[in-house]
């Protein structure tokens, strides 16, 4: 495998080898909790909206959560990447990557309607904080190819009545997440906060909808990433680490 003087291959977990732009997003907790919400439903069919690296559906898929998945990612230069990561891992065959805008994708470039959609979207604002002086970090973190709307409307285009939209995202900014969901027929189901401590305000959050459901959401008890004090784990999020699932033997 060729690489480009800007890129660089990790080993992350499930010996999975991921290729990397030096100056790029890396793999962390956010893509790692997306994969472990995702149910394993070995026949279903998703899509990834915003695939960036490929991670998150190469996790699921080697952990066989599902039997094939649709990567959407609107840069070229991540989408190719995403290709050369799904063969670097021999997943090809169970990943269909898609260079297009969030905005212009419906069920015909999937081939149908999808089971689930899952997705880790930009989360600023496109006038918000200090431009990123990498275009490709931007365009990841700000809302320039399309905002949390324009996400969710996607999603409702992509999943069967009854499917499951799957997304990891800030919690300054749920009132908008769950305007956008609800604006799409898509129902918030559960809500589970991520807190890196006790002692700390929540720096994540999960979510799952579900397209044309009644209401009624059920918030989970938080996840704390470490023990007070420490970098170590707590006992729940080292499980949750240890099988990329949320759900967990009682």
Sequence with gaps: ??????????????????IEKKDGLVFGTD?????????????????????????????????KKCAHIYGIEVQESFAE????????????ASFTVINKNVRDITSHDTEGELDFVFSNPPYMKSTSGKANESVQKN????????????FCACAKRLLKHGGDFYVVYRPDRLSDLIFALKSNNLEPKRLTFIYPNSTTPPCLLLISAKLG?????????????YRDGTNE??????????KCSLELEK
Aim: hydrophobic share 40%; glycine share 6%.
């Design 1 to 18: 495998m060729i690489l480009n003087n800007d890129e660089r291959i990790n080993e992350i977990n499930e010996n999975l080898k991921l």
């Design 31 to 63: 893509a790692y909790l997306l994969s472990a919400i995702l149910p394993s439903r070995s026949r279903h069919r998703g899509a990834e909206l915003g695939a960036g690296t490929g991670v998150v559906s190469l996790l699921a898929l080697t952990k």
């Design 81 to 92: 990447l995403c290709k050369r990561n799904a063969t670097l891992n021999s997943l090809d």
């Design 139 to 150: 365009i990841a973190r700000h809302e320039i190819e399309g905002d949390i709307s324009d």
């Design 213 to 225: 459901a009644k209401s009624g959401m059920i918030v989970d008890e938080p996840i704390f990433i």
């Design 233 to 242: 784990y707590t006992e729940r999020y080292a499980q949750i680490y240890e």
